[in-house]
């Protein structure tokens, strides 16, 4: 399994954030909607993620604890051909979980993928994900996610330590 290192925090500051992360950046954003829905599983995460910029979907299983800062993630990612064929064989052999619809920015910074999401339902989210070689060791990853955090200025108070399926089902309806 492929594995990265994976941080995400809340932000207040998402215009200055974008900014900030142009400056860092060697090219302009991706910036596409997603949809991933998740499926209830036995262990880990699965989500069927579809983009509306013609981008194939993807069924994609990771593991990775729910903690704050910095933690490793084991993924494959596996091409769909039919999304809502897919989508229906999931739902009727496993329990939907929940939708996330986000817009995500993408700036590439190195070997470290800045997300900036707009998550329907809950707000302005920062996410790293620090791709890992198959024989290198997660200690410099995650220093290397705590220094980019810093050089973005995130602040260490507003680490979020579930998936963002999570916290829409946590979620207390306004």
């Known amino acids: 399994m492929a594995r990265n290192i994976e941080i995400k925090a809340r932000t207040r500051e998402f215009d200055a954030l974008r900014e900030r992360a142009a400056q860092l950046a060697s090219d302009p954003p991706l ?3 997603q949809q ?3 499926y209830d599983v036995p262990r880990g995460r699965l989500k ?3 983009f509306d910029d013609g981008t194939p979907p993807e069924l994609i299983f990771y593991q990775r604890d729910d903690r704050d800062g910095p933690k490793v993630s084991y993924y494959t990612r596996s091409p769909v051909t039919n999304a809502e064929a897919m989508h229906s064989l999931l739902a009727t052999a496993l329990t939907t979980r929940g939708i996330v619809s986000k817009e995500r920015h993408v700036y590439l ?3 470290t993928r800045i997300h900036l999401d707009r998550v329907d339902g809950l707000g302005d989210f920062i ?4 791709v890992l070689a198959p024989d290198e060791d997660e200690q410099g990853g995650e220093a290397e996610a705590h220094a980019m955090f810093a050089k973005l200025g995130v602040d260490e108070n507003d680490l979020v330590a579930v998936a ?3 916290l829409l089902n946590t979620a207390v309806p306004a």
């Open 109 to 111: 910074v190195g070997r």
């Open 127 to 130: 996410e790293l994900e620090v």
């Open 48 to 50: 069927l993620r579809q």
């Open 36 to 38: 991933d829905s998740f």
């Open 164 to 166: 963002y399926v999570d």
């Open 31 to 33: 910036i596409f909607r």
